[in-house]
């Protein structure tokens, strides 16, 4: 039997216990992107489903001109909406947070004066942004809303641990189906995203208070009846994460994994 000597022991033990550490030091920490919050249901970007819905969704509203003309399309043909409004806006125009309600479409939370999150804004300060709006929204006359969507889309922990507090589902968009109407890119453009892009689950943005002319109202007019002659249904959100959490149920998938 051969004996190691000691030294060499030691310098083994010394190498085995460096090697140890580096893989420590050096281990890559949990990758936050898209993956990660979906699978922690943190945030919905999209919710594919076995039937042929759709989810449009409506920004920055309500507008006196814009809103009601969006509204109007929606009942010519039978589309629900969801409305992600503004808090200063709901508090000058409560009729039409009202009337969005009345006519089945959903209200969302989007700050009370379209707040971004930086890395400076603190969660105190974030929080009565969204509590301003709830409580502008529920000055309305309307039902408490359940969603949040953070203006740009900008977020990050702070804004999910708000969300969280305040017992709200941070809803994104399709990437495939940002629609950027606010940037009045032209009516074709804006029809031609949603229509060559389409899939069941996805949900779409569009806004509802554009400055200057919009868009929308025309792009909608093209987008509605093409995709109710396809067999597409345009449902709220909150119906959409509904009908995922019952094909999930009838999978045996635990509701988590498409519901936050």
Partial sequence: MTLIPKKARMLGIFIVILLLSCNTVYAKPAQKNRQYYEERGEIVWEVPTQ??????????????????????????????????????????????????????HEVANHTYAHSYAVRSTGADTYIRDMDAAEKSILGAGVARPML????????????????????????????????????????ATIANKVLKNVRNGDIVLFHDKVEGKSQTVKALARILPQLKQEGYRFVTVSELLAVKAKEAAKNGVSSSKVHP
């Fill in 51 to 104: 039937d042929k819905l759709i989810a449009l969704t409506f920004d920055d509203g309500p507008d006196p001109v814009q809103t009601p003309e969006i509204l109007a399309l929606l009942r010519q043909y039978e589309a629900k909406g969801t409305f992600f409004v503004l808090g200063k806006w709901a508090e000058k125009f409560p009729q039409l947070v009202m009337q969005e309600q009345q006519e089945g």
């Fill in 148 to 187: 949040f969507r953070p203006p740009g889309g900008y977020y990050n922990d702070m804004v999910i641990q708000a969300a969280k507090q305040k017992g709200y589902t941070i809803v994104l968009w399709s990437w495939h189906q940002d629609t950027r109407d606010w940037a009045s890119p032209g009516v």
